[in-house]
């Protein structure tokens, strides 16, 4: 999209978000409470969802997301933006209370969003028109099913839920848990990592995704696992049980052992939507800070005239702006160069592990100022808190974001940086400083 229109569609966004969201946030609070008091057969979007998707339609802001060469493959219009451009957008969502509020609204929402792109790039036509354009009209919910709760998840060669063979279908059996979004009685579709290889099979060939309709016999939600209390009503969190689960052949995506494959090019753009929010979570965080510091007074002073009160402020605007910047440039270099190229994946790694931890701490600070009220219900800052502490484990552990990076750098300072050969000066030591007495 050209820089003028960008502008204008930045400008239509946030006056949406004035209009329509900022306003509307405690309404959506109350009707998801009502909603988790009726029951799980009632856990959907609530009313006020609905209302405001019509009129992000009306405004041009639906599917966002979806970038022009994705947008191609799906046959649907999405907002023609590049993953640049998309960063501004997705932060400027991100500013509402929950994080996701407003994607809802515009249909911009994880898991959907890469699921969306997976059916984009690796659907068969059949896939697409069955899955991926309801999934685009927001007619229905889908989830992404790979965590298992017997193996440390965050190395997917450990999954072991099987995927056999038997005749034209396959059968899956397994137990998986923070299945987010399954707790929706609108998610109609799975996507489900499991393992189709013998234990001869190459680690990186024995893992598929295959789709898998929630309407299907032997799937039992057993529960929604709880995050600091919270359910996460109405999307959940599921713990999901596989008992002899059997769908069609057709149903795999992209070829039996393609599971990582697809699971790389899904977690470039995908997952790092996730940190654009949070830059917006952060500044939202920042402005309740300062505008705190400047309306109490304490011990003669006000608050935004202590030395201290300053100086995190201008952390914060330090870390915040940082932390954009990496965003930035990942998300540009994924436009230009794809997200398998060697310094755009060590970017993801960095942006997925700097992000959350960043915004954590400038919401903590924004806590800490603010008193008991900033970890009560009169405030945004509990759910933003807790939305980013739970980013450092659910996008993939820190530890494993830093691995990754530090792994790359070191292969790239071995094989490319000029600098790696300078070895260390050696002197001569055959005059001593003070002779031996």
Same mark, same amino acid.
Request: aromatic share 6%.
């Given at each position: 999209?050209?820089?003028a229109?960008?502008?204008?569609?930045?400008?239509?966004?946030?006056?949406?978000?004035?209009?329509?969201?900022?306003?509307?946030?405690?309404?959506?609070?109350?009707?998801?409470? +009502?909603i988790? $008091?009726k &029951?799980?057969s009632?856990?959907? /979007?609530p @009313?006020?969802?609905f !209302?405001l998707?019509?009129? *992000?339609?009306?405004?041009?802001l639906?599917?966002?997301?979806l970038?022009?060469d994705s947008?191609?493959? +799906?046959?649907r $219009?999405? &907002?023609g933006?590049?993953?640049? /451009?998309? @960063?501004?957008?997705? !932060?400027?969502m991100g500013? *509402?209370?929950?994080?996701?509020f407003?994607?809802e609204?515009?249909?911009?929402s994880?898991p959907?969003?890469?699921?969306?792109?997976?059916?984009?790039?690796?659907?068969?036509?059949?896939?697409?028109k069955?899955?991926l354009?309801?999934l685009?009209?927001?007619k229905?919910?889908?989830a992404?099913?790979?965590?298992e709760?017997?193996v440390?998840?965050?190395?997917?060669?450990?999954?072991?839920?099987?995927?056999?063979?038997?005749?034209?279908?396959?059968v899956?059996?397994?137990r998986?848990?923070?299945?987010t979004?399954?707790?929706?009685?609108d998610?109609k579709?799975?996507?489900?990592m499991?393992?189709t290889?013998?234990?001869d099979t190459?680690?990186y060939?024995?893992q598929?995704?295959i789709?898998?309709?929630?309407?299907?016999?032997?799937?039992t939600?057993?529960?929604?696992?709880?995050?600091f209390?919270?359910d996460?009503?109405p999307?959940?969190h599921?713990?999901?049980?596989?008992?002899?689960?059997?769908?069609?052949?057709?149903?795999?995506?992209?070829g039996?052992?393609r599971?990582f494959?697809?699971?790389?090019?899904?977690?470039?753009?995908?997952?790092?939507h996730?940190?654009?929010?949070?830059i917006?979570?952060?500044e939202?965080?920042?402005?309740?800070?300062?505008?705190?510091?400047?309306?109490r007074?304490a011990?003669g002073?006000?608050?935004?005239?202590m030395?201290?009160v300053?100086?995190?402020?201008?952390?914060c605007?330090?870390e915040?702006d940082?932390?954009?910047?990496?965003?930035?440039?990942a998300?540009d270099?994924?436009?230009?160069l794809?997200n398998?190229?060697?310094?755009?994946?060590?970017?993801?790694?960095?942006?997925?592990?700097v992000?959350?931890?960043?915004?954590?701490?400038v919401?903590d600070?924004?806590?800490?100022?603010?008193g008991?009220?900033?970890?009560s219900?009169?405030?945004?800052?509990?759910?933003?808190?807790v939305?980013?502490?739970?980013l450092r484990?659910?996008d993939g552990p820190d530890?494993?974001?830093?691995?990754?990076?530090?792994?790359?750098?070191?292969?790239f300072q071995r094989?490319?940086?000029p600098?790696?050969q300078?070895e260390?000066?050696?002197?001569?030591?055959?005059?001593?400083?003070?002779?031996?007495?």
């Open positions: 999209m050209d820089a229109k960008f502008e204008a569609l930045k400008e239509n966004l946030w006056d949406f978000m004035k209009k329509e969201i900022y306003p509307n946030e405690l309404l959506h609070i109350q009707q998801v409470k +009502a988790r $008091a &029951g799980p009632h856990w959907r /979007q @009313a006020i969802i !209302e998707r019509e009129k *992000a339609k009306a405004r041009g639906w599917n966002l997301f970038p022009v947008a191609k493959l +799906a046959g $219009a999405g &907002g933006l590049t993953n640049l /451009q998309y @960063a501004d957008c997705c !932060e400027i500013t *509402a209370n929950h994080a996701e407003a994607a609204a515009c249909n911009c994880s959907d969003t890469g699921n969306m792109e997976v059916l984009a790039r690796f659907g068969t036509e059949e896939q697409k069955k899955w354009e309801p685009l009209d927001a229905i919910r889908s992404y099913a790979m965590t709760p017997a440390a998840s965050s190395d997917a060669t450990n999954i072991r839920t099987s995927i056999t063979r038997d005749g034209d279908e396959f899956i059996n397994g998986k848990h923070w299945i979004g399954a707790g929706n009685v998610c579709i799975m996507i489900l499991g393992r290889g013998s234990k190459a680690t060939r024995s598929s995704q789709l898998v309709p929630t309407d299907t016999p032997g799937i939600l057993v529960r929604p696992m709880e995050t209390g919270d996460d009503c999307k959940g599921m713990e999901i049980l596989f008992e002899d689960v059997r769908v069609p052949i057709s149903n795999m995506l992209w039996e052992g599971g494959e697809i699971a790389q090019l899904r977690l470039g753009p995908g997952r790092i996730h940190c654009m929010r949070m917006g979570q952060a939202r965080a920042l402005s309740h800070m300062c505008r705190r510091a400047a309306s007074t011990f002073q006000q608050l935004a005239e030395g201290s300053v100086q995190q402020v201008a952390e605007r330090a915040i940082q932390a954009r910047l990496l965003v930035r440039e998300a270099r994924m436009d230009r794809g398998t190229d060697h310094y755009t994946r060590q970017l993801l790694s960095l942006v997925k592990a992000v959350p931890n960043m915004t954590q701490r919401v600070r924004a806590m800490q100022l603010h008991g009220l900033g970890g219900q009169d405030s945004f800052l509990p759910a933003a808190f939305g980013t502490r739970n484990w659910a530890e494993v974001h830093w691995r990754t990076a530090g792994r790359l750098e070191l292969s094989k490319q940086s600098l790696y300078i260390l000066y050696d002197h001569d030591r055959s005059v001593p400083f003070r002779a031996k007495l």
